[in-house]
């Protein structure tokens, strides 16, 4: 089954503990992006990246970095993690790079508590 | 500054009623416009995608249209059922150098029976 899938759902951490999410798609999209979503503010782009080694910021990066090294696995690493990052967190995928002629799919969501 | 804004926030109608949802956005040079559902605790699904070429997709009872020179798209639902309740988001990507996909606040939509 086509799927984008993020590892873990749930988490609840404490202040500047390091964390992974992990994202993987088996659609061999070039295409992968992280959002967060929080109340009043909708979704918002954290990091994109177009194709394994190439990844840019969206428009809220601070705090987070990202890595590409397989096409099919976007982590998105919180180095040291701040109660303003808790959120509701997603992963989307596209097969085409430039984005601009194809769909988007996105993962379930990962629901991040810092403390 | 690009943005979308989608109004009503919320919205409740009685079944079998025909709607319409708004989306607009600043800046005309789009590429395209993406709706999107999204269900409580779950993920978002596509619904339509236009590119900026296109003036209407239509999917089922589903029908979204889009006005570039008013910044403008719509999402019309046919016969609404309980199970199209949900919130309705609109993206748009522009078309400038970058690839970021910018969202509305969305549209949360409640069919009573």
């Known amino acids: 089954e086509a799927q984008v899938t993020q590892n873990p759902r749930y988490l609840i951490t404490v202040t500047g503990k390091k964390l992974t999410v992990t994202c993987s798609q088996n659609m061999n999209h070039e295409y992968m992006s992280w959002y967060r979503q929080d109340p009043g503010l909708g979704l918002r782009q954290i990091y994109y990246?177009?194709?394994?080694?190439?990844?840019d910021k969206g428009d809220v990066p601070e705090g987070y970095k990202v890595s590409r090294k397989e096409k099919r696995n976007f982590p998105l690493i919180l180095e040291s993690p701040s109660p303003n990052q808790t959120s509701l967190y997603f992963c989307?995928?596209?097969?085409?790079?430039?984005?601009?002629?194809?769909?988007?799919?996105f993962g379930p969501g990962t629901r991040l508590t810092v403390l | 500054k690009q943005e979308v804004t989608q109004i009503p926030a919320a919205l409740s109608v009685p079944e079998g009623e025909n709607l319409v949802l708004n989306c607009s956005f600043t800046?005309?040079?789009?590429?395209?416009l993406q709706w999107f559902r999204q269900d409580p605790g779950k993920g978002l699904t596509s619904l339509l995608l236009i590119q900026s070429s296109q003036r209407e997709q239509t999917s089922g009872r589903l029908n979204a249209s889009l006005d570039k020179s008013s910044g403008r798209s719509t999402l019309y639902i046919a016969a609404s059922q309980p199970g199209d309740s949900a919130t309705y988001l609109c993206?748009?990507?522009?078309?400038?150098?970058?690839?970021?996909?910018?969202f509305g606040s969305g549209t949360r939509l409640l069919v009573r029976p």
């Open positions: 990246s177009m194709n394994v080694e190439v990844t």
């Open positions: 800046d005309s040079a789009i590429y395209n």
């Open positions: 993206a748009v990507h522009w078309m400038d150098s970058s690839y970021k996909l910018i």
């Open positions: 989307a995928s596209s097969l085409d790079r430039r984005l601009a002629w194809d769909t988007q799919y």
